[in-house]
């Protein structure tokens, strides 16, 4: 078994960070829905006023996995959390460790911190990942329905 190192993401890392991205969508059937290019990707995540973070898992010195995070709020607790947007692992690297590594250092990053939660969203029809978050103690929070507004609806709610 091959030793996972977590490192945070630079700059020059743009390239694999989309590599992820298209291989991810490309797991989750969405493809078709990425528009995420380069100079976008950089701009908000490594420009003047970064909108997210990424970790990357290295396995013998090649990524081989990234997870792309932000900070979000909850009132209630009155402290910010940890939002998961993206957990990706290459599928020949699946087995090493290298997903629960990356969920084991935002969790510490999220102690670190002081954030009162880390959360994430998974499809239901992924078995696989559904079982290992289980496994790891993450649970389902059933009662909840995301809601989106995008595209023209978001142009529309804007009033232009």
């Not at 911190?113 to 059933?142: H, K, Q, T």
């Amino acid at each position: 078994m091959s030793d996972i190192v977590i490192r945070t993401a630079q700059a020059d890392d743009i390239d694999t960070i989309q590599a992820f991205i298209l291989a991810l969508a490309d797991y989750e059937r969405l493809a078709h829905e990425v528009k995420a290019d380069r100079e976008t990707l950089a701009r908000y995540l490594f420009g003047e006023r970064p909108m997210a973070e990424v970790l990357i898992a290295e396995a013998e010195g090649a990524a081989v996995g990234f997870a792309l995070f932000f900070h979000n709020f909850s009132t209630f607790e009155g402290r910010p959390g940890l939002y998961l947007e993206d957990l990706f692992v290459l599928p020949e690297a699946r087995g090493l460790g290298a997903g629960k590594a990356l969920l084991s250092r935002l969790a510490a990053l999220a102690i670190e911190r002081d954030c009162a939660r880390l959360e994430w969203s998974v499809l239901d029809w992924n078995e696989p990942s559904i079982a290992f978050y289980r496994a790891l103690g993450a649970r389902p929070m059933d009662e909840w329905t995301v809601q989106r507004v995008d595209g023209q609806a978001l142009v529309r709610l804007a009033g232009r």
